[in-house]
């Protein structure tokens, strides 16, 4: 049975992965792709394609015919023990004499015993190939060419050395000769076959070691044939360019190009492209959220049944959701900047709160009831649970300001951070009762976020303020009108809306048990992005502007005469 073309690139680029000790991850920034999207390729559960191919033959310094010529050639042109298929520059062929090859018996023509005294007028002119780059006697159109495939393959299989077998040493004495004419290459390993997920990969692979290639050892007894030095075919594709940036380059494209196109249609107006652009935030950030799941696994639902839960009571109120929204002031500080001591606070901003909020664990499709009282970390919805006691009045409470005490119903997000905070030590695990779950993954809207994260950091780096409004407008309006809401006619997943809501209250949380571990005073925390602290901050957090980092506010003095 023949291997298909694509089933050799597979074997192909698992041989190379493996001799160079590069993992997936390192394939896909060359590439431009992502790990997970590399990982289907070589599973067979996607296509490589043309533009893949010239990335991939760009990335290792190979031409493509040496990378399609199958894995041993692929890791022996790499690795410098077998000569490469590249066309060599025929423009004006220098004469035989130029050009001392070793001979090769081609297996189109009959061996025939060598003439005793060859005249070099019989003799017809030996030139490399344009295809295969080994010796050829015939032309095509002009060119030297073998007159068919077969007859590539068999120069450069005659011309290749035999690995493992040990040369005849002539009778005259000479030097030992080393075991083989070149270092072996062990068969790749057939990649298995990666299981399909529920949801995406979540995080990236560490980073492969870099791995030094010692040159193979050259034989005494192996011909060797003087040509030019090969040079490295040039890096085209975008491998070119290097890894590609954080995000998606066309959707970062299409963002700030539907900005650059308000601002000229209202004629350089500010203010007038600015209320343009926030009154199509909504149509505008849904249109990039179903671009951004082109390709992606898997469809998920847009109007799934609303659970009873999750349907407000009246027009104006709300439903049983609760979504753990911090207020807390701590106790002890209070009581003693009554009693007469000083503080200096620092009022730390988190920076776009609800766009970091977007790498949440979200249910793709329909919740349906679950009362195993078991939380499965594949799927995600909400639940009904008895939270555990908290004792700790220095640290807020991960639920909030909530009193009331008895069961609730809470987001994936907030229950995930009840789960974390047991396997800290900090308290007991809740009680599950029931839930409303679906399949669920970290990674639905990442691609949108990483695109949203990468305009505003570039508008914020250009002091474009008309884009960061667009982006915050854009983020903050997803939210808050995936639920119940007339302004948003594309999707109605109040379940999302509950569960971003409360990973924003969630990563406030945790920012704040992160000040507590380094040994300084969480004073208060409030909203989603508002914290304030006694003590070097700096030592924790980076200051800036991005998602990564934090900003100061303000600074006041608690306590003292005043």
């Known amino acids: 049975m023949v291997m298909g073309t694509e089933e050799l690139l597979r074997l192909t680029v698992a041989a190379l992965m493996a001799h160079t000790g590069e993992r997936q991850n390192v394939v896909a920034d060359a590439l431009g792709l992502s790990q997970a999207q590399v990982s289907r390729k070589q599973s067979a559960r996607q296509h490589w394609s043309l533009e893949d191919v010239d990335g991939l033959a760009a990335h290792y310094g190979l031409h493509v015919l040496d990378l399609l010529a199958g894995p041993t050639h692929a890791v022996g042109v790499l690795h410098g023990s077998i000569p490469p298929l590249r066309p060599v520059d025929v423009a004006a062929p220098p004469p035989a004499a130029q050009l001392p090859l070793p ?290 009045t220095d640290l807020p409470n991960p639920l909030g300001n909530r009193m009331e005490p008895g069961e609730l119903w809470v987001t994936e997000s907030t229950l995930r951070l009840l789960l974390d905070c047991a396997q800290d030590g900090l308290t007991d695990a809740p009680t599950i009762h029931r839930s409303l779950v679906s399949g669920g993954t970290e990674v639905l809207l990442e691609k949108l976020r990483r695109a949203l994260a990468e305009v505003r950091k570039n508008a914020l780096a250009e002091g474009d303020e008309l884009t960061v409004n667009y982006v915050k407008s854009m983020y903050s309006k997803l939210v808050s009108t995936l639920g119940q809401s007339v302004a948003n006619r594309d999707m109605r997943r109040p379940d999302w809306m509950h569960i971003m809501r409360a990973k924003a209250f969630a990563n406030l949380w945790m920012k704040a048990n992160k000040i507590h571990k380094a040994g300084l005073q969480v004073v208060e925390i409030s909203g989603t992005d508002e914290l304030h602290v006694i003590g070097d901050w700096r030592t924790v957090f980076a200051e800036g502007r991005n998602l990564n980092q934090v900003k100061e506010k303000n600074i006041y003095t608690l306590g003292g005469k005043n």
């Not at 044939?225 to 940036?245: C, F, I, K, W, Y």
């Open 103 to 392: 001979a090769v018996q081609l297996p189109a023509q009959p061996p025939q015993p060598a003439p005793p005294a060859p005249t070099p007028a019989a003799a017809a002119p030996v030139v490399p190939c344009v295809l295969c780059g080994q010796p050829c006697t015939e032309e095509v159109d002009g060119f030297p060419q073998h007159l068919s495939a077969e007859e590539c393959a068999a120069a450069v299989a005659a011309a290749t050395p035999a690995p493992a077998v040990p040369q005849q040493v002539p009778a005259e004495p000479a030097a030992p000769q080393p075991a083989t004419e070149a270092e072996p290459i062990a068969p790749p390993p057939t990649p298995a076959p990666t299981s399909a997920p529920e949801a995406e990969a979540e995080a990236e692979p560490e980073p492969a070691p870099e791995v030094e290639l010692a040159p193979a050892p050259e034989s005494e007894s192996a011909p060797v044939v003087e040509s030019e030095p090969q040079l490295a075919p040039p890096r085209t594709g975008p491998a070119a360019r290097g890894p590609r940036a954080y995000a998606s380059g066309e959707l970062v494209d299409e963002i700030t190009g539907r900005v650059h196109k308000v601002l000229e249609e209202c004629s350089g107006d500010l203010e007038a492209a600015q209320a343009a652009l926030i009154k199509s935030a909504i149509p505008d950030v849904m249109k990039y959220f179903k671009e951004s799941r082109v390709g992606g696994r898997y469809e998920h639902s847009e109007f799934p049944p609303t659970a009873d839960v999750l349907r407000k009571r009246s027009q104006k109120g709300a439903d049983e959701i609760w979504e753990g929204r911090p207020k807390w002031r701590n106790p002890h500080v209070f009581k003693a900047a009554k009693a007469g001591e000083e503080f200096e606070v620092t009022a730390l901003d988190m920076n776009a709160a609800y766009l970091s909020a977007f790498k949440c664990w979200l249910p793709i499709g329909q919740l349906i009831e679950d009362t195993s009282g078991v939380h499965n970390r594949r799927k995600s919805g909400v639940h009904l649970i008895t939270p555990p006691a908290w004792e700790h």
